[in-house]
């Protein structure tokens, strides 16, 4: 079920999205009963994400809410199960919603192989072995309709992370279902190496084998109809394109916004694959260029050379923005220090939260969590009661750069604008506009090590406002400034972080 909670974002037409939303899917249903492949014939709206605020969990890692489900668990041992569950995760909503997250993302909660592969667990979910039921590791059917229920209330959207690609290794059906595969034969002889052969030796689902087709269909309309708003597709880069096309146009149809995960996706496959038909993918390329500035002292002309690219996207609102997640290090370890993690990852939060797209915040990111390649990027999350004072003050940060960005339309769904720097100053500072509604915000990211003050041309820059007084930032307890006077933009900066200014 749809759920309405912004109040930025209100109703369309005399059809509340609910009613909409049941329409069509009764529409597609009926449609399928005629023709089980062919997409339906009727136009259909596109749900969109703009103005959301995304909080990833990988519920093993996160909240144990019944111990009695912990069989095999060894919190020692970084690749066993961990013991976290749907009950546990739907006890710490609260946790979410106070840092103002508006929709919840979690790794797969299907029902997974039972035993170890490479002595690793599949706590991760990534190993499926039945599509349509939850992991006793995670609970129940029941334990999952319950948190969606509590999201329902909250005002949450929840996003469900799908794996089209493949079983987990040692999945009954493997051996039941020979014909379902690619197998070696198939990879030897294809010529798309990335689609028809093993991705790490996972049993590779044959998409255009009609049964799978239904498997994989049958999968997204089961958990649809228990309330899921939206998909992740996992490892889309190893699926079959004309069954990824059908995929969307049912997706589309029913008004599941989709999330397409292509792993070291740039701008140009992000755009590629919103033409055909995916609402979002994550920019894998702006992620990189984040971390190589804002954590490892890069320059910020990078990052502009990726926000440079924004026009190619036909949907630039809707992007998946993120500092990292499960797949790669965490954003905080990029540097050796505690200290300069948490000093840096304010600054990633701060700057995330001023840009065009859907942000998703990996959990733990919020109070700087180190970690390197998985499974190290997956320790367990901890909360409040065990937060240091300096995870706390991230923790503050994180959830103040959420609250300024939910309050300032411009910064949740204003087109974004790069402003042209001299070429001297392009490593250190980035300068782009937020706007709506005729209400500019200016982004400021300053990469210098030490507050610097800069005085710039409003006409180099391209910027048309009116003189303003000195202004500060809209970000709490930060010091920073900007003024106009004199045809001239002033900006009063402190080192290695972001800035967001109301510049009327
Ligand atoms: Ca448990
Ligand atoms: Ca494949």
């Known amino acids: 079920m749809p759920k309405q909670f912004s109040k930025s974002r209100p109703l369309a037409g005399l059809c509340s999205p609910v009613a909409r939303r049941t329409l069509l899917v009764s529409a597609l249903l009926s449609s399928l009963a005629i023709a089980q492949t062919a997409p339906p014939a009727t136009a259909s709206p596109q749900p969109s994400f703009e103005g959301q605020i995304i909080y990833q969990v990988m519920p093993d890692r996160f909240a144990d809410g019944d111990p009695a489900n912990n069989t095999g668990v060894d919190r020692a041992n970084p690749r066993a199960w961990h013991g976290g569950d749907l009950p546990g995760l739907n006890a710490k909503l609260p946790y979410i919603q106070q840092l103002g997250a508006t929709a919840l993302w979690m790794t797969p909660i299907y029902r997974q192989q039972s035993g170890n592969s490479f002595e690793t667990a599949a706590y991760h979910g990534y190993w499926p072995a039945n599509f349509q039921d939850v992991d006793p590791h995670f609970g129940t059917l029941n334990d999952f309709d319950a948190l969606i229920g509590a999201t329902q209330k909250a005002g949450m959207r929840v996003v469900l992370d799908q794996v089209i690609n493949h079983y987990g290794y040692a999945a009954e059906v493997v051996k039941q279902r020979p014909a379902w595969f690619n197998g070696e034969t198939e990879c030897a002889a294809t010529t798309n190496k990335d689609v028809d052969c093993a991705l790490a030796g996972l049993p590779d689902l044959k998409q255009s084998n009609p049964e799978v087709q239904k498997v994989l269909f049958d999968a997204a309309d089961f958990w649809r109809a228990r309330g899921v708003d939206a998909f992740r597709y996992d490892a889309i880069k190893h699926v079959e394109r004309p069954f990824l096309n059908a995929l969307l146009a049912r997706d589309r149809a029913a008004g599941t ?114 970690g390197g390649s998985d499974p190290d990027n997956r320790r367990d999350m901890r909360f409040e009661a065990d937060w240091t004072p300096a995870e706390r003050s991230v923790f503050d940060v994180a959830r103040d750069a959420i609250a300024v960005r939910k309050a300032s339309p411009s910064l949740s769904r204003g087109a974004q604008k790069l402003l042209p720097l001299p070429p001297r100053l392009e490593s250190d500072l980035l300068l782009f506009t937020r706007e709506l509604n005729g209400e500019p915000v200016l982004a400021a990211w300053h990469n210098g090590k030490a507050r610097q003050s800069y005085s710039l041309r409003l006409s180099a820059l391209g910027l048309t406002v009116g003189n303003l007084a000195a202004t500060r930032s809209l970000f709490a307890g930060q010091d920073a400034k900007v003024s106009v006077s004199g045809g001239f933009l002033h900006l009063s900066l402190p080192g290695r972080d972001a800035a967001a200014f109301a510049l009327k």
């Open 257 to 370: 916004w989709t999330l397409g995960e292509w792993f070291d996706a740039d701008t140009g496959t992000v755009a590629e694959w919103q033409r055909a038909g995916f609402d979002s993918l994550f920019l894998f390329s702006l992620q990189a260029a984040m971390r190589d500035a804002i954590m490892s002292g890069q320059g910020l002309d990078r990052v502009a050379g990726v926000l440079a690219r924004a026009g190619e996207l036909s949907r630039p609102g809707e992007v998946g923005l993120f500092l990292d997640n499960h797949d790669v290090p965490r954003f905080a370890n990029g540097t050796l220090f505690e200290d300069d993690g948490q000093a840096r990852t304010k600054y990633g939060l701060r700057a995330l939260m001023t840009l065009r797209g859907v942000p998703v915040i990996w959990q733990g990111t919020e109070i700087a969590m180190r």
